[in-house]
């Protein structure tokens, strides 16, 4: 069993950054790929950004690169998002989800269903 949580979520104006961490607890999960989804109200869940166990594999949406960053430290089964230059349309409920069929993080990211362990995510707002 993983337990994830999710923490750093907040209200920034535009342009701010916040810090996004990934708890995740349990047996092996150093060894899972990590991704970070949103989803804005009244809309769909998307990834925003992944990162692999151990090899370094990242993914970012073409809507957070250059902005975003992600990493990890295994030792303390943490992940992390940075967010800088924050914008009105990042604005969403932010999630965290472990995937335990995966080590490396897939080009695209990986699809929804792939991850099977799920925070129970942050509020991000930013505001104009």
């Known amino acids: 069993q993983v337990h994830v949580v999710e923490s750093g979520g907040g209200s920034v104006q535009s342009g701010g950054s916040l810090r996004l961490s990934c708890a995740a607890s349990g047996f092996f999960t150093r060894y899972y790929a990590i991704g970070w989804f949103r989803q804005a109200p009244g809309g769909e869940r998307e990834g925003v950004s992944c990162?692999?166990?151990?090899?370094?594999?990242?993914f970012y949406a073409d809507s957070v690169k250059g902005r975003f960053t992600v990493s990890r430290d295994n030792a303390k089964n943490l992940a992390y998002l940075q967010m800088n230059w924050l914008k009105p349309e990042d604005t969403a409920v932010y999630y965290c989800?472990?995937?335990?069929?995966?080590?490396?993080?897939?080009?695209?990211?990986?699809?929804?269903?792939?991850?099977?362990?799920w925070g129970q995510g942050t509020q991000v707002t930013v505001s104009s």
């Open positions: 990162i692999g166990a151990t090899d370094g594999s990242t």
């Open positions: 989800a472990a995937n335990t069929m995966r080590t490396r993080c897939p080009a695209d990211g990986g699809a929804r269903h792939e991850y099977d362990y």
